[in-house]
């Protein structure tokens, strides 16, 4: 018996950025994106126009992922969309659409965490090898930095999370300090690449077991370059390339310290990782160096499924429905949704 493949329009709203995707089994039929240019003149994202946008964009982006993946709304079989964590608004918006589209087309739904989207983007259709139960998944964005063990697409474990700032949050807090435009991440890691990561020193955290801490780097950061500005006004622009690099390394190794830790102590070398900063080109070079090193097999995932986007939620949805855990029309969207269900 040959089963009728599943279509899944999967539905992203949790922060900046409305996002819609068909997911046909594995394959990822298309996965369209409307991001808002709107907060990059306050210099981070403003969460009232964040949700304004998304219910400008979010019929047009469905339709437009719908057509391009050349399906009818007849023809989906479940909706999966992100009930949290993120800012509040835009989660209501994504969410609210998704019950009201279930109700009419009268198919179900399943409520996704993101950041379970993020570690399970692994799973979609590239045609590369997928990681093998359980992994560590090193995830890293811009509100989260955690080390997840994956027992299976429905159990995961957090061993370690930061105490404070994210990674990402790191990179664009020392990216303002350099006077970069938000989001300034990214330009760290573009200067970086023809900087020298030993030339400045900054601090790493001593943290308990495997806990990240960001935000005495940023300390240190401002600091020394407060007193060198104070000396030498251009101090940063005659410095930009080393900084970056040296800022970047230093989170890295922030980073890599407790992967390594993790993966020694448990004993797992099927390495992954996933989330905005996995996008970084450093971060994927250092993982791809180190796995060579300790012979791990790591998974680094395309750029399109890095930053927020449905394709995640709608593969994360498919695990959901198979174990049947499905959303009533009771649910809400959750800003703080634990990673894990009480």
């Known amino acids: 018996m040959s089963h009728k493949p599943l279509v899944i329009l999967g539905i992203e709203s949790s922060c900046d950025d409305t996002s819609a995707a068909i997911l046909k089994d594995d394959t990822i039929l298309s996965n369209v994106t409307a991001s808002q240019a709107i907060h990059e003149q306050y210099g981070g994202v403003v969460p009232e126009l964040a949700s304004r946008a998304h219910q400008q964009n979010i019929i047009p982006v469905v339709d437009a992922a719908l057509k391009k993946a050349s399906i009818q709304l007849k023809d989906i079989d479940l909706i ?7 800012l509040m608004g835009s989660l209501v918006v994504g969410t609210a659409f998704a019950k009201s589209l279930s109700l009419a087309i009268n198919k179900p739904m399943v409520a996704v965490h993101h950041m379970h989207g993020h570690i399970l983007a692994h799973f979609i259709n590239e045609g590369t090898p997928k990681p093998h139960f359980p992994f560590i998944c090193l995830t890293v964005s811009g509100g989260h930095t955690q080390l997840v063990q994956v027992n299976s697409p429905v159990e995961m474990i957090i061993l370690g999370s930061t105490i404070d700032d994210a990674a990402g949050e790191a990179f ?6 350099l006077g970069f435009p938000y989001p300034g991440g990214p330009l760290i890691d573009k200067f970086a690449k023809e900087g020298n990561t030993t030339a400045f020193i900054f601090a790493k955290p001593q943290v308990d077991g495997y806990n990240f801490s ?8 401002l600091y020394f370059i407060q007193k060198e500005v104070a000396k030498n006004p251009n101090f940063i622009a ?3 390339a080393d900084l970056c690099a040296s800022i970047q390394a ?3 190794e922030i980073l890599f310290k407790q992967l390594r830790k993790v993966a020694k102590d448990t004993g797992i070398t099927e390495i992954a990782i996933a989330g905005g900063v996995s996008a970084n080109s450093g971060l ?3 993982l791809e160096a180190e796995g060579k090193e300790k012979g791990w097999n790591v998974y680094i995932p395309k750029f399109e499924y890095c930053t927020d986007n449905a ?9 959901l429905a198979e174990n049947n855990d499905f959303a009533d029309q009771q649910i809400s969207a959750n800003a703080r949704l634990p990673f894990v269900k009480p």
């Open 214 to 221: 960001f935000s005495g780097l940023k300390t240190s950061v």
């Open 80 to 86: 999966a969309f992100t009930q949290g964590p993120g």
């Open 238 to 240: 005659e410095n930009r």
């Open 250 to 252: 230093t989170i890295l």
């Open 172 to 177: 664009d807090k020392t990216a303002k300090i």
């Open 284 to 286: 994927r070079a250092k």
């Open 311 to 319: 394709a995640m939620i709608a593969i994360a949805g498919k695990f």
